[in-house]
Nanobody
Framework: VQLVESGGGLVQAGGSLRLSCAASGFVEDDYAIGWFRQAPGKERERLSCLGKPRGKLTYHNFMMGRFAIASDPASGIVYLQINDLQIAATGVYSC????????????????????WGQGTQVTVSQ
């Protein structure tokens, strides 16, 4: 499984970004993909995820409001839309995946993700 993030950069407070995670190489169809953020000096936190329990694509947001996950199954890209960015949102955003997970993605712990992308830096300025 390979995951490649893109779309990060420098943005002013109040702005928006759409991050992309190009995912490929899944052996099983019931995979799960999550978006995470690690701010400087803080632990990695879950933002959003998608999964395919019983073949049905489902989404889950851990932080309501500013984050929205979406996907384009045909291209294998998972997006994270971030609106109204604040300085506290600065950090490295990463996507991660588990192959062969037939349950709700919200049940996955961060430590249970097997594959990780290299991350993309998001810096929010005043």
């Amino acid at each position: 499984v390979q995951l490649v993030e893109s779309g990060g950069g420098l943005v002013q407070a109040g702005g928006s970004l759409r991050l992309s995670c190009a995912a490929s190489g899944f052996v099983e169809d019931d995979y799960a993909i999550g978006w995470f953020r690690q701010a400087p000096g803080k632990e990695r936190e879950r933002l959003s995820c998608l999964g395919k329990p019983r073949g049905k694509l489902t989404y889950h947001n851990f932080m309501m409001g500013r984050f929205a996950i979406a996907s384009d199954p045909a291209s294998g890209i998972v997006y994270l839309q971030i609106n109204d960015l604040q300085i506290a949102a600065t950090g490295v955003y990463s996507c991660a995946a588990v192959d062969d997970w037939g349950h709700q993605c919200s049940a996955l712990k961060t430590t249970e993700y097997d594959y990780w992308g290299q991350g993309t830096q998001v810096t929010v300025s005043q």
